[in-house]
């Protein structure tokens, strides 16, 4: 179960880690979102993706330097010595209330 502390609201309830060559296809090929957790220190990307996401990045305390829907087709960065990502499915960012500087748990 993934928890916004700071909100307390639930994320998640149902997570997939992905490691090795999981992280590497992570939601491609998926018709629908789901909430994956994985370790990247390069940002990533959404080609080929069929639908947007929300993407949050944490740092090693599990607080929120990123939150923010990305659509399909997109590239996003971020500061390298941040390296927790969370991919979300869509309006989860919303509804949970979750904003950068929120403390985040799984």
């Not at 998926?30 to 993407?55: C, M, Q, S, V």
Request: hydrophobic fraction near 40%.
């Amino acid at each position: 179960m993934i928890i916004n502390r700071t909100q307390n609201t639930i994320l998640a309830k149902k997570i997939s880690s992905k490691k090795g060559f999981g992280k590497i296809t992570g939601l491609l090929g998926k018709n629908e979102a789901e909430t994956i957790i994985f370790e990247t220190r390069f940002g990533i990307h959404t080609f080929f993706l069929r639908f947007p996401i929300d993407l949050i990045v944490l740092d090693n305390k599990g607080v929120v330097k990123l939150a923010e829907t990305v659509k399909p087709n997109k590239i996003v960065f971020w500061n390298v010595k941040f390296k927790t990502v969370i991919e979300l499915p869509t309006n989860t960012i919303n509804r949970t209330r979750t904003k950068i500087d929120d403390i985040v748990t799984f």
